[in-house]
């Protein structure tokens, strides 16, 4: 087949296909490098090895540890203030230089969200018994400057682009949002157990997976290209959020593409927008009984399949996060519960929908792959469809945008991102194997990138696919997706307040037990002088206010007489006893 200009590129790879999914959005300017000259990965690591480090790349907690010795001296109420968060920030962002690093919406976004990290780490540790706020401060501000700086930057990008590394970095206006926080929760390989290791090491000794010789395989390949059927399936660029389920995404994307490849000829096809196996799905219920945000690996998915009754598609079981990180900056959190049933009015029940393409079950797992493993690799996908393998993803690799990326060949560091390659193919004698990522198609070349072979820590062939249960075609519904955000906080609702009609005295709902989240009742002004007999509330967050006096904690509104009426309030999070308030005896 004819090959297709690649997504976002001035010209074809020649052999090369990789049409399909949206081009780059238009980058900045001034950003604008020139022609990318190709590097060998030790000549693309020695470059990197050399760059001179930007501060955002160092150690900011440490520099705010050496730059505030004055917080030793400050007392509790000063530590928990927005405004000396902020007098923080701006002090280490000009120690460290950032305040000339970075532009002014990033050093504003950075801000941002260091002083939204410490007001989240005030109230979750208000309550406890701490003996020096001023050394807990510190602590809680050093992890935060660290975890919330950005991964990428505009003088970032000109740094790289500038170490002539072999592939070029670009700044998408989204990821002036993305911290380090964020970009790790876009990670998703679990750590490895050693007996999993071992039996690794014994199934690819034993494997029956094609072997062939470099000369025995073309010198560039695309699945699209042979299996022009299933181009889009193969093609298809997915996005999995602030949720470290890249391993359902790895696994899923070869799996949804050999399908298709498997009913091509058959009288109904897995083709088409619902070819899709639900992300969403796996990740709750294949996760081993762990959160399948924290991670896992491909392997998983497939043994799930083989060993239950499979898997729905995901117009039954929509994926619960999306967006590249544009719609919600901030927004995370755990997967759901496994489902047992498919959404709304979908017109199957969840086990008449369920995809179980049996054999997957007897998948390879290769780890640190030789040579001769690529060549292996190569071969399954030329055989079979996509395969999953793993990469260590840091910063640079988020800002990638063309060429072929050869970081890390040498790294110790263990994988910690689950990718899929479609095919392979050489540019200016550089070799490369051709992934697509699950992190939406405004990063990367349009979703995808060319990486060194080198870089590759594993790979993951499912096993041979035996027809079986599919339960097609899927029926036309409309693929709905939710977000990453949970909900909106609801306004709290208004109740009544318990009223003890002998002694007038009033309580929170359900005391002496914890009030609920996001409650509300009012309380007449004609209560007269306040008794307070017990007060424990969340403090700052869910709070009696009197007089337009909000009192939370531990300290009610002792002997205040109300001139408008009472309300209590709780928010959407933690909640504890609550508060009795009785009418002062007229003595007191």
């Avoid at 807990?136 to 790289?160: D, G, H, N």
Wanted: some cysteine; charged content about 20%; overall charge negative.
């Amino acid at each position: 087949a004819a090959a297709r200009p690649r997504a976002g590129a001035a010209g074809p790879t020649p052999g090369f296909g990789l049409g399909g999914g949206g081009a780059a959005p238009e980058e900045k300017a001034d950003l604008a490098p020139p022609p990318t000259a190709r590097r060998t990965p030790a000549e693309a690591q020695m470059n990197f090895d050399h760059r001179a480090p930007l501060a955002v790349e160092g150690d900011l907690g440490a520099v705010l540890k050496a730059h505030m010795p004055s917080l030793a001296r400050m007392d509790s109420t000063s530590s928990t203030s927005t405004s000396f968060a902020d007098h923080v920030f701006d002090h280490v962002a000009h120690a460290a230089g950032l305040d000339s690093e970075l532009t002014e919406e990033e050093l504003a976004a950075f801000r941002s969200r260091f002083a939204a990290a410490m007001r989240d780490s005030v109230k979750e540790e208000h309550d406890r018994d701490i003996s020096d706020p001023a050394s807990q401060f510190i602590e809680r501000a050093s992890a935060a400057i660290e975890s919330q700086k950005p991964v990428v930057t505009e003088s970032l990008v000109r740094s790289l682009n500038g170490a002539n590394l072999g592939f070029r970095s670009q700044m998408r206006d989204w990821m002036v949002h993305e911290s380090v926080q964020l970009f790790r929760r876009r990670l998703g390989r679990a750590p490895l157990d050693k007996d999993v290791r071992k039996h690794a090491e014994e199934k690819k000794r034993d494997s029956k997976m094609p072997k062939k010789a470099a000369t025995s395989l073309p010198t560039n390949f695309d699945a699209r290209d042979k299996w022009p059927a299933c181009a889009d399936v193969i093609g298809r660029i997915h996005n999995q959020g602030h949720c470290g389920s890249c391993w359902v995404f790895g696994a899923l994307a070869p799996l949804d593409s050999r399908l298709c490849i498997k009913t091509v000829n058959a009288s109904l096809h897995f083709d088409g927008e619902l070819a899709s196996l639900s992300r969403g799905f796996a990740a709750s219920c294949a996760s081993k009984g762990n959160d399948g945000c924290m991670g896992g690996w491909e392997y998983f998915v497939y043994k799930y399949i083989e060993e239950n009754p499979g898997i729905p598609s995901t117009a039954c079981s929509p994926y619960f996060a999306f967006g590249p990180g544009s719609e919600h900056f901030d927004q995370s959190g755990p997967a759901p519960p496994c489902p047992g049933e498919c959404v709304g009015t979908f017109p199957q029940t969840m086990l008449e929908d369920d995809f179980k393409p049996s054999g997957v079950g007897q998948y390879l797992l290769v780890l640190k792959p030789t040579p001769q493993d690529l060549e292996n690799l190569k071969a399954a996908v030329y055989e079979g469809g996509p395969v999953a393998f793993g990469i260590y993803a840091n910063h640079p690799f988020m800002g990638y945008a063309s060429g072929i990326f050869g970081l890390n060949c040498t790294s110790t560091h263990s994988a910690n991102h689950a990718v899929h390659t479609i095919g392979w193919g050489q540019e200016d004698g550089q070799d490369f194997f051709q992934g697509q990522n699950s992190w939406g198609e405004e990063w990367g070349d349009g979703g995808r990138f060319k990486v060194a072979p080198c870089v590759l820590t594993d790979y993951t062939v499912p096993g041979v696919i035996s027809e079986d249960h599919y339960p097609l075609p899927i029926p036309a519904y409309t693929v709905t997706t939710t977000s990453t955000l949970p909900p909106p906080a609801p306004d709290p609702d208004t109740i009544a307040c318990k009223t003890d009609s002998d002694t007038g005295c009033i309580t929170s709902p359900n005391f002496p037990d914890k009030y609920n989240i996001s409650e509300k009742c009012i309380i007449s002004y004609t209560f007269g002088k306040i008794d307070v007999q017990h007060f424990d509330t969340e403090y700052k967050y869910d709070t009696l206010t009197v007089n337009d006096i909000a009192y939370s904690g531990k300290v009610g509104p002792q002997g205040v007489v109300p001139h408008t009426n009472i309300v209590w309030s709780s928010d959407f999070s933690v909640t504890h006893t609550g508060w009795k308030i009785c009418p002062a005896a007229e003595d007191d």
